[in-house]
């Protein structure tokens, strides 16, 4: 049913910025709730930033402060803001939603943070 297609990760210095993009299709991209998460490689994928179809956020303590989730309904995309990037931000980062008691992920992309 549905697909998610991250992009915008890429190579940058700490302390610098990327913006996340993730593109919904298949579904009622306005009543889904969405979320970003991270995996870094050998270990556990986590949640990073949540927002819900009312636009409520959420964040992990680790992100809080640097990253913000938004969405635009109309270009049926979600996004992930980071800012004063840090090295152990380097992860593959996923886009995620939950719709009928169904998770679909995206493809995943990668950021990497130079110190």
């Known amino acids: 049913q549905v697909q998610l297609v991250e992009s915008g990760g890429g190579l940058v210095q700490a302390g610098g910025s990327l913006r996340l993009s993730c593109a919904a299709s298949?579904?009622?991209?306005?009543?889904?709730?969405m979320a970003w998460y991270r995996q870094v490689k050998g270990k556990q994928r986590e949640p990073v930033a949540s927002?819900?179809?009312?636009?409520?956020?959420g964040y992990a303590d680790s992100v809080k402060g640097r990253f913000t989730i938004s969405r635009d309904n109309a270009k049926n995309t979600v996004y992930l803001q980071m800012n004063s990037l840090k090295p152990e931000d380097t992860a593959v980062y996923y886009c995620?939603?939950?719709?009928?008691?169904?998770?679909?992920w995206g493809q995943g992309t990668q950021v990497t943070v130079s110190s």
């Open positions: 995620n939603t939950y719709v009928r008691y169904t998770l679909y």
């Open positions: 927002i819900t179809s009312g636009d409520i956020t």
């Open positions: 298949g579904s009622d991209f306005s009543k889904n709730p």
